[in-house]
């Protein structure tokens, strides 16, 4: 038996399946938007990228995820902007996520014995690796999560000197 496959009306066209439905249910011939990103949507969208990312701030919404559950709440941002528009660079830029603030060189151990002292007051012995302080640094406050880099310039050879100084 030989098997037919039947090919779906908007592979033929090369658009999108919703594009050739709304298409559809606007009267448009699907035939004539190959090429157009989408057929226009029904309510009036912000016409650019900055209006939009405006507006999103305006609701103080911060990730994706929030982003989606609540975009209907301004009737003019777009589902998914990141298509929508032209120029688009990453969410964090369009939500205006602020960056995380690094602590202050203060609020650490400013000598590498002192630091390696706290490490071993948390369980770091002699035979630790890097991966055994990775999992612990985070209950001092005052560790950094990688002396490797923090402490190459006052002194540190590698992680071995470091437990050793316990």
């Known amino acids: 038996m030989a098997s037919t496959s039947i090919q779906e009306p908007w592979v033929s066209l090369g658009i999108s399946r919703g594009s ?9 011939d699907p035939a004539t938007i190959k090429g157009r990103m989408d057929i226009s949507p029904t309510r009036p969208l912000y016409r650019t990228l900055k209006q939009a990312a405006t507006a999103a701030r305006r609701l103080r919404i911060k990730t994706r995820t929030e982003y989606r559950a609540r975009y209907s709440e301004d009737r003019k941002l777009p589902s998914c902007p990141d298509t929508y528009y032209r120029g688009w660079k990453n969410w964090k830029t369009f939500l205006g996520s ?18 390696a002292k706290a490490a071993g007051a948390l369980g770091c012995t002699r035979t630790s690796t890097s991966t055994e302080y990775r999992s612990l640094w985070y209950r001092d406050e005052r560790l950094p999560s990688h002396p490797d880099y923090f402490y190459r310039k006052m002194g540190w050879n590698g992680w071995e000197h470091f437990f050793g100084l316990i």
């Open 20 to 28: 050739w439905f709304r298409a559809n249910n606007k009267g448009v």
């Open 98 to 115: 602020p960056r995380r603030a690094r602590k202050p060189r203060e609020v650490y151990y400013l000598d590498l014995y002192a630091a």
